[in-house]
């Protein structure tokens, strides 16, 4: 079965700390994808990337940065984290061509707590 | 960026009673893709349904269709002899094809199936 898995389910951090959030596919798919959840704001775009070390800002990729170094691995870094930054952090990945017969596979997402 | 608009932030059926959940959208594109993503409270997100933007023909899933009105970028979901497995929220998504790959999600509703 693929998957896509997200390293924390529930994280909280302090305010001012560099926070990572990891996310590893099994499926060979060059595509992934950072996205945070809110109510009534739905799913944002941070970042996303379409290849190793090739990355690409999202909606709001303000106070995030990205890091791809291999083709399973999409990394999340909040530089400095602040409570704003309270959120659900869903990760995603898809293959390459016609990418949309297949949509996106997701993650279980990582519920992250700024105090 | 796309625009995906729910206009139903929460909804409410009965059991084995019919339910549709509403989604608007604004593209210039004439080739797209859409879709019915389902988060139930396990969090992970699970493809619904998909419809391309070329078929007249609305697409089915078992209990799942769709009402793919293209003239009027309306893409609504009908769920028939709705299940208390079917509570969850419901993301409507806006793909345009190609290398791109980019989502756009709507606000999603939030279903509620009463026994």
């Known amino acids: 079965d693929v998957k896509v898995t997200q390293s924390s389910r529930y994280l909280v951090k302090r305010t001012g700390e560099k926070v990572f959030l990891e996310c590893v596919q099994d499926?060979?798919?060059?595509?992934m994808f950072w996205y945070r959840q809110d109510p009534g704001l739905g799913l944002r775009l941070i970042y996303f990337?379409?290849?190793?070390?090739?990355?690409e800002k999202g909606d709001i990729p303000e106070g995030y940065s990205v890091s791809r170094e291999k083709k399973e691995r999409f990394s999340l870094i909040l530089e400095s984290a602040s409570t704003n930054q309270t959120s659900m952090y869903l990760c995603?990945?898809?293959?390459?061509?016609?990418?949309?017969?297949?949509?996106?596979?997701f993650g279980s997402g990582t519920r992250l707590t700024v105090v | 960026a796309q625009t995906v608009t729910q206009s139903q932030p929460e909804m409410s059926v009965q059991e084995a009673e019919t339910v549709t959940l509403s989604c608007t959208y604004d593209t210039s594109e004439s080739d797209y893709y859409l879709f019915w993503y389902k988060q139930p409270p396990s969090r992970q997100m699970i493809l619904v349904i998909r419809?391309?933007?070329?078929?007249?023909q609305n697409a089915t899933e078992n209990r799942f269709s769709v009402n793919f009105q293209k003239a009027a970028k309306s893409f609504s979901l009908k769920i028939s002899d709705s299940q208390l497995g079917d509570a969850a929220m419901y993301f409507c998504a806006y793909n345009g094809g190609g290398t791109g790959n980019q989502f756009y999600f709507g606000t999603g509703t939030s279903l509620t199936v009463i026994p």
């Open positions: 995603a990945s898809s293959p390459p061509r016609d990418p949309t017969n297949y949509g996106y596979t």
């Open positions: 990337s379409y290849d190793v070390k090739m990355k």
């Open positions: 499926m060979d798919h060059e595509n």
């Open positions: 419809q391309e933007a070329y078929k007249q």
